[in-house]
């Protein structure tokens, strides 16, 4: 697909998505969002990238191959489950540290749960993404 | 044959010998406890939620079987090492004779009923295996199957006995179950339970009209014939009966059942033992004719008579291993183990085989001073006291054992001390087996005489035996001289019979080979026919449901939901709810419209763009519902999805051909009725689920954890990554599982030759 | 209205129904997409529908303010969604592939495996 407006533009968009993607990782807890709609919007972010730019540009722009980022992502969502074990919890129970919680704040809450949350995101945006590349680069 | 024929007493011989020697000095620990009347008891836990255990109970019983399988594994084991010495697979099989000899421990020391199971499947896999040995012949295969087969399918009855049993006892452990007098017996499902029960015993201890495998079983080398089909797995069976004797045993359904089968085993194997022109099926029919026995004397619950089968039981194994073996050492002197051929003259060349296969024979046929001797008066004096009928059923046992007079006199003094020359196979000349195919054979016929001449020793293990049997008998003395009585006068008129028997038995086989020749039943061939049967019908029956098209498998399965479904409906008197149609508002109009509109255009069109504009009408509708009705993330989610689905189904369908390449639109009127039938019966269900008052209970407690437990406010997103993880992780994998797959379908298979 | 939604569902499923029936895989996987739509919707319409009130806790409260939306067969929904996704990628890739392998789209003529008594 050649078109200039579309490949100037996509540019932008993909950046835009992607940031927005981790915006909606992050909100997920509170808000409507979480891992598995962070990582579509980040996937199909990629995919406007690629059907603009060509495949090879948007693996360019990636780094790290798709199925990677998919296998690390159900690692890293183990992690979530284990950080419990370690702690002597049962296996995928909720970890929480609040840093730099005072009084009246809780202060940064960071969570074995997030990581979890991540780990999803990173399996559905690298599943989806191996999956599309493989499809524009074969079919 | 040089190395064979020096003596050999390197210690490398006797390393095969080593385990089951330890084994049976373990279980020879245990002998003063247990004649003392005690038990042992070793539990671990193996499955709990299930009532499974790991439990092991050594009582009289299972402490003597220990001993048999021990004592002759060792026997068999250092025989083997030289039989099998320089074989290819000789690995395997000592690997496989070890395994079966510890499932076989297994089996009868096991005090759970599912352990004694898997162990009871154990040795028949075994046994398979080492009746397949010779897995390069054809015959070898065929027998092994058969075996397996047969065995197998006994097995299975008794796991389901099994399963019985533990939900009508409440518990898996035998000790537990054999506890409760009555429980079984006195239960509505006895008749059921003793039916799959016996089964499995009489499977697995070839009792007629299943005896058929074991004697093709005797394709397996000579030592497994020994051990497995002689002395220990066949009594596997005989064992069964005889722990389950306190719990189901007592009743008229039982004691007609074994002693029918029983008595008629032993005649009728022991007849054929006659006809057989091989000495090793000889000394199958009547390992066949043994086991119709120890059957038959299990049938009571009268102490002489479970006296008798204990001790024909050990009398049994010793010398029927002693002359298994013993025929092993004359086929691997002569090359040949046809009746015919070996007419004598060998006593002279293998003098150590000669006198323990003598002495062995002597036992079974009953001489005194030999523990057959005793053992046979036993079982007249048994039968005597038992049977109502006693006349037919001491006529019955005494042509048996005349039988096996004869037979022992075939195997064991014909071809030793015989007028006639043996004929050799080429290149044989007769010689003395090495000493580990001689020193074993030796030590069980001795142990024969031993036990007979001092009949204490031999209570040592029959009397606790018996205790486990019959808790509330006591064993009946074992002695040598019981005085001039009915049973002397019996084994004499035995004797008499036997060897006229053994004089006319080349004119007997000529005239039942004729018989059987004419004879239209034969269970080999039938067994046959059965397997064919099967093959056919399971041809027939995959023609008729695998058709190999998909649309059929889709209709087969549709229909059968449907029937399931409809056919609980209809059964239940389920009628569906009248539905008052409600006052909708516009946008729920507007969705509903838009579904539908979506719905219609990708069943009607005959464009693919049209097709998949109506499939993403449908999901930004679906989409819709999700937003209306407060499920925000649910909404994202699908419209994300939605858009992916449309990127995918451009790259890939837009490159496919056609809908309908040859242009018309074909009209499928019983399709469209199974898919309306299976639409409505699916809104009926959702209106029935929907009269149900929703169980709230989870929710609201998800609701009321979310935040203080677990600091989400977005329950949705806490039920996905916190309360409900593990499923979550489960899911994100399959996720990854089908992606990957995709992939390497996409990437992965380039055939050679594809352009 | 969620008699309404019952009714749609069972048309939703008979026409996903009648579209695997189809010789066309391509129809076959439209009929997938369908029938899992349907299923979602099913699932959902009998957790209940609660109009405009998602499953949220406001800020300051432990605990939802009155009747919200039924979250747990939302959270189900959601998971069924994207694995509902990956079982049609991988559906239709298993199309693709076989239409390449084979040249028809003709489930009745994807005969690999099983071939034809009489080898036709």
């Keep these: 697909m050649n078109s200039v407006i579309l490949m100037a533009g996509s540019r932008i968009l993909v950046a835009l998505l992607l940031v927005f993607s981790v915006f909606m990782l992050l909100r997920g807890h509170n808000e409507p969002g979480g891992g598995f709609i962070g990582g579509l919007i980040g996937a199909v972010g990629f995919v406007i990238y690629a059907i603009a730019c060509g495949t090879s540009s948007a693996r360019e722009a990636l780094r790290v191959p798709p199925e990677t980022v998919a296998a690390a992502g159900l690692g890293v969502a183990l992690l979530g489950g284990v950080w419990a074990a370690v702690d002597g919890d049962a296996f995928f129970t909720g970890q929480w540290l609040f840093l730099g919680a005072t009084e009246d704040s809780k202060g940064l809450p960071l969570s074995s749960v997030l990581v979890f949350d991540v780990g999803v995101y990173l399996v559905v945006f690298g599943s989806i993404l191996s999956l599309v590349f493989a499809l524009e680069e074969e079919v | ?755 | 209205m969620e008699a309404v939604l019952a009714i749609l569902i069972g048309l939703l499923v008979a026409a996903s129904v009648y579209l695997m029936l189809a010789k066309s895989i391509l129809r076959f996987l439209f009929g997938l997409i369908l029938i899992s739509n349907a299923a979602n919707l099913l699932i959902f319409a009998a957790g209940r529908l609660t109009p405009g009130q998602p499953p949220l806790i406001p800020e300051g409260a432990d605990a939802p303010f009155g009747t919200v939306a039924n979250a747990l067969p939302q959270a189900l929904v959601l998971t069924a969604i994207v694995i509902g996704f990956g079982l049609f990628a991988f559906a239709l890739v298993l199309a693709w592939r076989a239409y390449t392998e084979l040249g028809t789209l003709d489930s009745d003529e994807m005969r690999l495996a099983e071939p034809r008594e009489g080898g036709s």
């Design chain 2, 1 to 755: 044959m040089a190395a064979a024929h020096g003596t050999d007493w390197r210690l490398r011989a006797f390393a095969p010998a080593v385990l089951p020697v330890v084994i049976f000095v373990w279980a020879a620990g245990h002998l003063p406890a247990v004649a003392a009347g005690g038990t042992v008891r070793l539990a671990w836990d193996w499955v709990p939620s299930l009532g499974v255990s790991l439990s092991f109970l050594i009582d009289g019983l299972s402490l003597t079987f220990a001993l048999l399988i021990s004592g002759i594994g060792a026997v068999v084991m250092l025989y083997s090492g030289q039989y099998l010495s320089g074989h290819e697979h000789y690995g395997r099989f000592m690997g496989y004779l070890t395994a079966f000899m510890l499932a076989m421990l297994g089996l009868v020391l096991a005090d759970n009923l599912i352990a004694l199971f898997v162990f009871w499947e154990l040795t028949t896999v075994t046994s398979y295996l080492l009746i397949g040995f010779g897995h390069a012949d054809a015959k070898s295969r065929r027998s092994a199957l058969q075996a397996l087969l047969v065995t197998g399918t006994g097995g299975l009855a008794l796991l389901a006995g099994f399963i019985l049993i533990g939900s009508v006892a409440g518990s898996f452990e035998l000790s537990e179950v054999l506890a409760q007098p009555g429980v079984l017996t006195d239960h509505p499902w006895y008749l059921a339970i003793l039916i799959l029960v016996l089964a499995g015993a009489f499977t697995k201890s070839a009792q007629f009209p299943l005896h058929f495998w074991l004697p093709n079983a005797m394709a397996a080398p000579t030592p497994v014939s020994a051990y497995l089909h002689s002395a220990t797995m066949v009594k596997g069976g005989v064992y069964l009966l005889a722990r389950m004797h306190p719990g189901l045993g007592g009743t008229e359904p039982w004691f007609w059942s074994l002693t029918v089968f029983g008595a008629f085993t032993a005649v009728f194997a022991s007849v054929l033992a006659l006809r057989q022109s091989d000495l090793k099926q000889v000394l199958a029919y009547t390992t066949l004719m043994a086991l119709g026995t120890l059957t038959l004397f299990l049938a009571s619950g009268v102490d002489v008579a479970i006296t008798a089968a204990v001790t024909f039981l050990i009398v049994h194994s010793l010398y029927k291993a002693c002359l298994f073996l013993a025929v092993g050492n004359i086929d691997h002197a002569t090359g040949t183990r046809e009746v015919s051929r070996l007419t004598g003259g060998l006593a002279r060349a293998m003098p150590v085989t000669t006198v323990a296969a003598g002495l062995a024979a002597l036992s079974m046929a009953g001489f005194p001073p030999f523990l057959g001797f005793i053992g046979k008066e036993l079982k007249y004096k048994g039968i005597l006291a038992v049977a109502s009928e006693p006349y037919v059923v001491v006529a019955a046992v005494l042509a048996a054992n005349a039988l096996m007079f004869a037979a022992a006199a075939v195997v064991a003094f014909r071809p030793f001390w015989g007028r006639g020359t043996p004929e050799l196979e080429p290149g044989a000349t007769p010689h003395e087996a090495p000493w580990p195919m001689w020193i074993g054979p030796a030590a069980l016929a001795l142990l024969g005489v031993v036990f007979g001449l001092m009949p204490d020793l031999a209570a040592v293990l029959v009397d606790p035996a018996v205790v486990a049997i019959l808790p509330a008998g006591t064993p009946y003395e074992l002695k040598l001289w019981h005085g001039v009585n009915v049973p002397l006068l019996l084994s004499i008129a035995t004797f008499v019979l036997g060897l006229g028997l053994y004089l006319a038995s080349d004119r007997l086989r000529a005239g039942l080979a004729a018989i059987e020749a004419r004879n239209p039943v034969h269970f080999d061939r039938g067994w046959d026919r059965v397997l064919d049967g099967v093959k056919a019908f399971a041809g027939w029956q995959t023609r008729l449901v695998q058709s190999g098209e998909l649309r059929v498998y889709l209709r087969l399965t549709f229909a059968t939901f449907l029937a399931a479904l409809g056919g609980t409906m209809l059964a239940r008197g389920i009628g569906v709810p009248a539905v008052a149609l409600p006052q909708l508002l516009a946008k729920e109009w507007a969705v509903i419209v838009l579904i539908v509109a979506g719905t219609a255009l990708v069943v009607l069109t005959r464009s693919r763009v049209a097709a998949i504009a109506g499939l993403g009408v449908v999901g930004i509708g679906v989409a819709l519902v999700f937003i209306i009705y407060g499920a925000p993330d649910v909404a994202i989610t699908q419209l994300l999805v939605e858009t992916l689905v449309v990127v995918l189904v451009a790259v890939v369908l837009l490159r496919m051909p056609r809908l309908y390449s040859e242009g018309r639109v074909i009209h499928r009127p019983v399709d469209a009725v199974l898919a309306v039938a299976i639409g409505g019966a699916t809104t009926a269900v959702l209106l029935l689920v929907l009269e149900v008052p929703l169980d709230r209970r989870l929710t609201t407690w998800f609701e009321e954890t979310s935040w203080p437990e677990a600091f989400g406010r977005n329950i949705v997103n806490v039920i996905l990554v916190d309360f409900r993880a593990l499923d979550t992780f489960g899911e994100i994998a399959v996720v990854l599982i089908a992606a990957l797959s995709a992939f390497v379908l996409i990437k992965g298979i380039r055939r050679e030759g594809r352009e």
